[in-house]
Nanobody, 115 residues
Framework: QVQLVESGGGLVQPGGSLRLSCTVS????????MGWYRQAPGKQRELVAR???????NYADSVKGRFTISRDNAKNTLYLQMNRLKPEDTAVYYC?????????WGQGTQVTVSS
């Protein structure tokens, strides 16, 4: 089993920044994918960014150049640094861990971008 706990959401003005954190615990295998997804009201959950255990990363086109995904293996923590936030980034953000053909999800953290 894998447990994920997110933190760092909140209300921010357009153009501002936030950093999300996701602490991972449990049985972590050496091959995995970790990522951030988001779901806005009335929309499907979508991939924001993900990182592979080998180190590569990829991003949704809508966040390229503004968001950065990273992880601290010593702290078992995944981060999402979000800069130049826009109102359309408003959503519940979920941390995801995929290993052994199974998805694990955090509880989600609300990010609201509004003036």
């Amino acid at each position: 089993q894998v447990q994920l706990v997110e933190s760092g959401g909140g209300l921010v003005q357009p153009g501002g920044s936030l950093r999300l954190s996701c602490t991972v615990s449990g049985s972590i295998f050496s091959v995995y994918i970790m990522g951030w997804y988001r779901q806005a009201p009335g929309k499907q959950r979508e991939l924001v960014a993900r990182t592979f255990s080998g180190g590569s990363t990829n991003y949704a086109d809508s966040v390229k150049g503004r968001f950065t995904i990273s992880r601290d293996n010593a702290k078992n923590t995944l981060y999402l640094q979000m800069n130049r936030l826009k109102p359309e980034d408003t959503a519940v953000y979920y941390c995801n861990h995929f290993q052994q053909l199974r998805d694990y999800w955090g509880q989600g953290t609300q990010v609201t971008v509004s003036s």
